[in-house]
C-alpha cells in the first residue's frame, strides 16, 4: 500500500470478521457492536476463528492473555485489549 495509511486495528478486525462469517455488511460495524449474541451474532466456531486469526495477524493471544474474555464484549474492547499488547509493525 503505497502512500497510504495503515489501517486501524478495528478496520483490521471488521476485515476479519466479514472473512471469518462471510458477511460484508461487518464491515461497517461500530465500536460498540457487540462481537456476541445480538450484535455480530458469532457463534463459538466464528468466534474461535476470530482469535485464530487475531493470533496470527497481532500475536495477540486472547484467551490466553484475557481469561475471563472481557475484551470480546465489542470490536471496540478487542480492538483496545489488541492494541495495548500488539507488537509494533514496522513502516
Known amino acids: 500500500m503505497t502512500g497510504g495509511a495503515r489501517p486501524s486495528v478495528a478496520d483490521e478486525l471488521r476485515q476479519i470478521l466479514a472473512d471469518v462469517t462471510g458477511n460484508p455488511a461487518l464491515l461497517g460495524i461500530s465500536p460498540q457492536a457487540a462481537l456476541f449474541g445480538a450484535g455480530v451474532g458469532l ?34 474492547t478487542l480492538a483496545a485489549f489488541i492494541e495495548e499488547r500488539a507488537a509494533p509493525q514496522g513502516p
Not at 476463528?49 to 470490536?75: I, K, P, Y
Request: aromatic letters at 2%.
Open 43 to 76: 457463534d463459538s466456531l466464528a468466534g474461535t476463528l476470530l482469535l485464530r486469526r487475531v493470533r496470527h495477524r497481532f500475536g495477540v493471544d486472547v484467551a490466553g492473555e484475557d481469561l475471563n474474555l472481557d475484551s470480546l464484549a465489542t470490536l471496540g
